[in-house]
């Protein structure tokens, strides 16, 4: 792998401090997003993340560009009149023309002021606005690309509403950044047109960078060996790239979020950024350490609850002995790793089930997927739950006003007396309820794709079918965690809170959030030095390796011995979740030379999780 140190700075701190006398009041800076206000992957992170400190900076001149979705304004969204002439202007003359354009506050931090695009509505200008594309940059979109035919009408309606609003800007300078190739149409159509901006570019990923990784290719071995254009013809996303490529050389800054992502780029696109902007945390202050072990004790019996639920009838394991682990993010199936974590489970089961551990670990993948509705035998077993939990409440009122008259009368009540039959009788049949006929699902939604679906068939294959004998439990939640599921009623960050280590084994990430989300939420996490977070950590944090063994020094068949010492560490932090404070993450450093032995990493991620829990109770 090229690893060529970037001329680009990955801290503001490098950059000139010109900034610093830049007359905020005469700018105005839009961001434009395909995921402002609507929630697909990380750039939706980034962007709520900063928006209170950028909103604080400037104001009343900050916006942000992104689509409209109904039911994400109506939830996210607080509608209101532009103060900005030039703003309200450029509202007004694009739904007299046939738009629908809608303006209000993001009801997030800061409450960043948001003009959101209808795509739908503009559809019949799609052959119009493909005639522009191709006159602007020679890129043509295929009809049968759905995604690609969306971004477009974005673009085009973005660049639009910049050039109204340059027209009645009264002098005052803009500025624009636009966020992915999704957003990248509106950048080039605006440079085509000469509007007086200022462009930036950033990408958070490359399009063929993403595909390549996910075909299993040695990605980062051959990064100045591709035909570029070939491989992306192979994938049937040429177009795409050609629009992704064309918006960073159209672009008069271009960045990125991580050094990795940097040199991808460089390969990739063909330019070097000029500057390398790492993602951030708009991070919480506890005063105390307690704060953390209570948050942890509150949201881990909540996720208990609901494993009471969904393991009910096979509910033979001590909750008090059970380890929460997940993974979560955008739906790749390798590029995430979780091929590889699925098979480091397998052999963790089989390792716990030899070992006769009483252990049990319980996996959620937070994935989101193509589903038709809930599992039927999830939401009943939610159900049984809270039934059984009401029946007991009623016998234990019925139970403790027996036990006090027979107090106040002096007596020691008969236990063989003091449940009548008809408590009995109410016991019974709970217990009846309980009885299953199937195992506990491994999936709380019904997949549209079931028979194809990756982790579905991995598990098959594997054999995780969360059986009595199993160590190792797998619930896939193929959506978004969200307090109002009649499953799982909560957020991520409660979730998160909730468990006892995150694993991310990546083989491709450009930066990767849910590491850092878990560093700042007191839970240790698993990652790789080829994200883009792994990378800065290993770049800025004092010795990076103080908890990892290195990767020669693993085999198909690990020795647990040669592992003690760091796996001890690695456990000491999951199992001090419940009692202690932060722990930073535990990376695994992958060889530049070895990176494309998926085999060698699937030995490291199955090492540290199998000595994690097996030292666990130490």
Same mark, same amino acid.
């Given at each position: 792998?090229?690893?060529?140190?970037?001329?680009?700075?990955?801290?503001?701190?490098?950059?000139?401090?010109?900034?610093?006398?830049?007359?905020?009041?005469?700018?105005?800076?839009?961001?434009?997003?395909?995921?402002?206000?609507?929630?697909?992957?990380?750039?939706?992170?980034?962007?709520?993340?900063?928006?209170?400190?950028?909103?604080?900076?400037?104001?009343?001149?900050?916006?942000?560009?992104?689509?409209?979705?109904?039911?994400?304004?109506?939830?996210?969204?607080?509608?209101?009149?532009?103060?900005?002439?030039?703003?309200?202007?450029?509202?007004?003359?694009?739904?007299?023309?046939?738009?629908?354009?809608?303006?209000?506050?993001?009801?997030?931090?800061?409450?960043?002021?948001?003009?959101?695009?209808?795509?739908?509505?503009?559809?019949?200008?799609?052959?119009?606005?493909?005639?522009?594309?191709?006159?602007?940059?020679?890129?043509?979109?295929?009809?049968?690309?759905?995604?690609?035919?969306?971004?477009?009408?974005?673009?085009?309606?973005?660049?639009?509403?910049?050039?109204?609003?340059?027209?009645?800007?009264?002098?005052?300078?803009?500025?624009?950044?636009?966020?992915?190739?999704?957003?990248?149409?509106?950048?080039?159509?605006?440079?085509?047109?000469?509007?007086?901006?200022?462009?930036?570019?950033?990408? &958070? @990923?490359?399009?063929?960078? %993403?595909?390549?990784?996910?075909?299993?290719?040695? #990605? /980062?071995? $051959? +990064? =100045?060996?591709?035909?570029?254009?070939?491989?992306?013809?192979?994938?049937?996303?040429?177009?795409?790239?050609?629009?992704?490529?064309?918006?960073?050389?159209?672009?008069?800054?271009?960045?990125?979020?991580?050094?990795?992502?940097?040199?991808?780029?460089?390969?990739?696109?063909?330019?070097?950024?000029?500057?390398?902007?790492?993602?951030?945390?708009?991070?919480?202050?506890?005063?105390?350490?307690?704060?953390?072990?209570?948050? &942890? @004790?509150?949201?881990?019996? %909540?996720?208990?609850?609901?494993?009471?639920?969904? #393991? /009910?009838? $096979? +509910? =033979?394991?001590?909750?008090?002995?059970?380890?929460?682990?997940?993974?979560?993010?955008?739906?790749?199936?390798?590029?995430?790793?979780?091929?590889?974590?699925?098979?480091?489970?397998?052999?963790?089961?089989?390792?716990?089930?030899?070992?006769?551990?009483?252990?049990?670990?319980?996996?959620?993948?937070?994935?989101?997927?193509?589903?038709?509705?809930?599992?039927?035998?999830?939401?009943?077993?939610?159900?049984?739950?809270?039934?059984?939990?009401?029946?007991?409440?009623?016998?234990?009122?019925?139970?403790?006003?027996?036990? /006090?008259?027979? +107090?106040?009368?002096?007596?020691?009540?008969?236990?063989?007396?003091?449940?009548?039959?008809?408590?009995?009788?109410?016991?019974?049949?709970?217990?009846?309820?309980?009885?299953?006929?199937?195992?506990?699902?491994?999936?709380?939604?019904?997949?549209?794709?079931?028979?194809?679906?990756?982790?579905?068939?991995?598990?098959?294959?594997?054999?995780?079918?969360?059986?009595?004998?199993?160590?190792?439990?797998?619930?896939?939640?193929?959506?978004?965690?969200?307090?109002?599921?009649?499953?799982?009623?909560?957020?991520?960050?409660?979730?998160?809170?909730?468990?006892?280590?995150?694993?991310?084994?990546?083989?491709?990430?450009?930066?990767?959030?849910?590491?850092?989300?878990?560093?700042?939420?007191?839970?240790?996490?698993?990652?790789?030095?080829?994200?883009?977070?792994?990378?800065?950590?290993?770049?800025?944090?004092?010795?990076?390796?103080?908890?990892?063994?290195?990767?020669?020094?693993?085999?198909?068949?690990?020795?647990?011995?040669?592992?003690?010492?760091?796996?001890?560490?690695?456990?000491?932090?999951?199992?001090?979740?419940?009692?202690?404070?932060?722990?930073?993450?535990?990376?695994?450093?992958?060889?530049?030379?070895?990176?494309?032995?998926?085999?060698?990493?699937?030995?490291?991620?199955?090492?540290?999780?199998?000595?994690?829990?097996?030292?666990?109770?130490?």
């Amino acid at each position: 792998m090229l690893r060529g140190r970037s001329l680009s700075v990955t801290s503001l701190g490098g950059l000139p401090r010109w900034e610093a006398g830049l007359p905020v009041e005469d700018l105005l800076l839009f961001e434009v997003a395909w995921e402002v206000t609507n929630k697909v992957g990380g750039i939706y992170t980034v962007i709520q993340t900063k928006a209170k400190t950028t909103a604080d900076e400037w104001g009343d001149n900050y916006f942000l560009l992104g689509p409209y979705f109904e039911h994400n304004m109506k939830t996210q969204v607080e509608q209101c009149e532009p103060v900005n002439d030039a703003v309200r202007r450029a509202v007004d003359v694009m739904n007299k023309h046939g738009c629908q354009v809608h303006f209000g506050r993001w009801l997030i931090e800061g409450s960043p002021y948001v003009v959101l695009f209808d795509i739908s509505y503009s559809a019949q200008n799609l052959d119009t606005w493909k005639g522009d594309l191709w006159e602007a940059c020679n890129v043509g979109i295929p009809y049968h690309d759905q995604e690609a035919n969306e971004m477009l009408i974005f673009g085009s309606l973005t660049a639009w509403f910049l050039k109204e609003v340059t027209d009645h800007a009264d002098g005052k300078h803009v500025i624009v950044q636009f966020h992915e190739w999704q957003a990248g149409t509106g950048l080039i159509l605006s440079r085509a047109r000469k509007l007086p901006i200022a462009t930036v570019f950033t990408t &958070h @990923a490359t399009l063929l960078g %993403r595909y390549l990784c996910a075909a299993n290719i040695d #990605f /980062y071995n $051959h +990064l =100045d060996k591709f035909n570029i254009d070939k491989e992306a013809g192979e994938r049937q996303i040429y177009h795409r790239y050609c629009m992704e490529r064309a918006s960073v050389h159209c672009a008069h800054v271009f960045t990125t979020v991580s050094e990795i992502t940097a040199i991808e780029a460089e390969h990739m696109l063909k330019r070097k950024p000029d500057v390398i902007t790492p993602n951030g945390l708009n991070v919480k202050k506890f005063s105390a350490v307690h704060e953390f072990q209570n948050l &942890h @004790a509150m949201y881990k019996a %909540r996720i208990q609850d609901f494993v009471r639920g969904h #393991f /009910y009838g $096979h +509910l =033979d394991f001590d909750l008090e002995k059970t380890l929460f682990l997940f993974i979560a993010g955008r739906y790749e199936f390798s590029n995430k790793g979780a091929d590889i974590f699925l098979e480091s489970l397998s052999r963790l089961n089989f390792l716990l089930r030899m070992h006769k551990s009483d252990v049990t670990v319980v996996v959620f993948f937070i994935m989101p997927a193509k589903t038709n509705n809930f599992n039927v035998e999830t939401l009943k077993g939610q159900a049984v739950r809270k039934q059984l939990w009401d029946t007991a409440h009623s016998v234990k009122e019925k139970f403790g006003k027996k036990l /006090y008259d027979a +107090l106040l009368r002096g007596e020691i009540p008969d236990m063989n007396n003091i449940l009548d039959r008809d408590d009995l009788t109410i016991m019974k049949r709970a217990i009846f309820s309980t009885q299953r006929q199937s195992l506990p699902p491994v999936t709380t939604h019904n997949m549209i794709d079931d028979s194809t679906d990756p982790i579905l068939s991995t598990i098959r294959r594997i054999g995780l079918f969360n059986s009595r004998t199993d160590r190792v439990k797998v619930i896939l939640h193929p959506e978004f965690l969200s307090s109002t599921s009649p499953l799982l009623p909560m957020d991520f960050e409660e979730f998160v809170r909730g468990c006892h280590l995150g694993v991310f084994p990546s083989y491709y990430e450009p930066w990767g959030y849910t590491p850092a989300e878990c560093t700042v939420m007191g839970i240790p996490s698993v990652t790789t030095n080829l994200s883009g977070f792994g990378c800065f950590m290993e770049e800025h944090v004092a010795d990076p390796t103080a908890y990892v063994t290195p990767p020669e020094d693993y085999s198909e068949e690990p020795d647990r011995e040669a592992f003690r010492p760091s796996g001890l560490e690695i456990l000491r932090q999951s199992k001090q979740v419940d009692d202690n404070t932060q722990r930073t993450p535990l990376k695994i450093p992958l060889d530049d030379k070895r990176i494309d032995s998926r085999r060698n990493l699937q030995g490291q991620v199955c090492i540290i999780v199998k000595i994690s829990v097996m030292f666990s109770r130490t």
